[in-house]
């Protein structure tokens, strides 16, 4: 059995598709979230039992030995990550202490433990953004990030030889089953409605005379590939640590609108907005994912480039109504040649 917290929501779901693909249907889904509320996500896929996040750790320490043995790997991406909640103690108990816990449960039971940290660690990216980068050193801009690099500070300093873990911090993640999120989806999620609807895109205005405007830069990253690399650390077992997940190179604002304009087979038309004020002063207008070390330790190059991921994304999930991963087959850009 492998355990997936968070599978009621965007990356969660998109794991548990990742795991139907290879044939792996034993699957313990948790979130906070029921299927009646939320139906979308983890319609038409295959699992064993689906618990509350409340539910969890009562349950694993109920478990019986045997049935303690038979958890293979537990992909820990359940979380509240929305950037605006300012709730601190609410974030710890969620975000930190939970993932302290279960963290404990595998590190006894020796189940490698693969779970979301963030790139919102890196704070405005002072540091840069390498995940080789002393997580005390970090200074996340809000307390979701705090929340995150919480753990990312506990995890480190036990011994890694004990049971296999990692932390992921995901970049500009898009893709399907991510319609639930609102105003946290991605620039491209958005992107297609607006375009379809008004044929034209909003985009701020930059903020800082080093970048023309649409120029800021992002890291952007499609859910297929960090699925996959999933998977692939599972496998692999590469040192236990904390990895980044992004594309590592970034992209303009203006190249994903080019691309998403071009999937639906428009001409770009970008309408400039004002910055608002309450953010110009944690705008970011550069992030970059550094993989060298996730390539040093001998993992897979991303996939998918950006064009590739947004054409993906629109053709065979947006346009077909919110079609879900589980309704799919193309797992590959070969799959839309």
């Known amino acids: 059995m492998y355990l997936v917290t968070g599978a009621n929501g965007f990356i969660g779901s998109a794991m548990v598709w990742e795991l139907n693909q290879k044939g792996i249907f034993d699957l313990l889904c948790v979130d906070t979230v029921s299927i009646g509320d939320?139906?979308?996500?983890?319609?038409?896929?295959?699992?064993?039992?689906?618990?509350?996040?409340?539910?969890?750790?009562?349950?694993?320490?109920?478990?019986?030995?045997?049935q303690t043995r038979d958890v293979?790997?537990?992909?820990?991406?359940?979380?509240?990550?929305?950037?605006?909640?300012?709730?601190?103690?609410?974030?710890?108990?969620?975000?930190?202490?939970?993932?302290?816990?279960?963290?404990t449960w595998c590190r006894e039971n020796k189940i490698p433990f693969i779970y979301a940290s963030s790139a919102a660690t890196y704070g405005m990216g002072e540091l840069g953004f390498s995940d080789q980068t002393d997580p005390e050193k970090l200074k996340p801009l809000n307390p979701y990030g705090e929340s995150k690099v919480a753990f990312d500070r506990w995890v480190v300093k036990l011994d890694p030889a004990e049971t296999p873990w990692y932390g992921l911090r995901f970049f500009n993640v898009f893709g399907?089953?991510?319609?639930?999120?609102?105003?946290?989806?991605s620039l491209v999620f958005k992107a297609f409605h607006q375009i379809k609807e008004k044929k034209e895109l909003g985009l701020f205005k930059s903020?800082?005379?080093?970048?023309?405007?649409?120029?800021?830069?992002?890291?952007?990253?499609?859910?297929?590939?960090?699925?996959?690399?999933?998977?692939?650390?599972?496998?692999?077992?590469?040192?236990?640590?904390?990895?980044?997940?992004?594309?590592?190179?970034?992209?303009?604002?203006?190249?994903?609108?080019?691309?998403?304009?071009?999937?639906?087979?428009?001409?770009?038309?970008i309408k400039w907005l004002e910055m608002p004020d309450n953010i110009k002063n944690q705008y970011q207008n550069f992030t970059e994912a550094d993989m060298s070390q996730w390539f040093k330790v001998g993992m897979s190059?991303?996939?998918?480039?950006?064009?590739?991921?947004?054409?993906?994304?629109?053709k065979i999930y947006l346009q077909p109504e919110h079609n879900i991963f589980h309704k799919t087959i193309p797992s590959s850009p070969e799959a839309m040649s």
């Open 38 to 66: 939320r139906s979308l996500p983890l319609a038409g896929a295959q699992y064993s039992r689906f618990l509350y996040t409340h539910e969890l750790m009562d349950y694993l320490q109920k478990l019986s030995p045997s």
């Open 72 to 103: 293979k790997a537990v992909f820990h991406m359940g979380a509240c990550s929305s950037t605006t909640e300012m709730d601190k103690d609410f974030l710890y108990r969620n975000n930190t202490l939970y993932t302290q816990n279960l963290f």
């Open 176 to 185: 399907p089953n991510e319609y639930h999120k609102g105003p946290m989806a």
């Open 207 to 269: 903020n800082h005379p080093d970048y023309k405007d649409g120029m800021q830069l992002r890291d952007f990253v499609y859910v297929k590939d960090i699925t996959r690399w999933m998977w692939e650390l599972y496998e692999k077992r590469p040192p236990s640590r904390i990895y980044n997940m992004g594309y590592g190179k970034a992209h303009t604002w203006l190249d994903l609108a080019a691309a998403a304009f071009s999937s639906l087979d428009l001409p770009l038309k």
């Open 301 to 314: 190059h991303p996939q998918w480039n950006l064009e590739d991921g947004i054409r993906d994304y629109i």
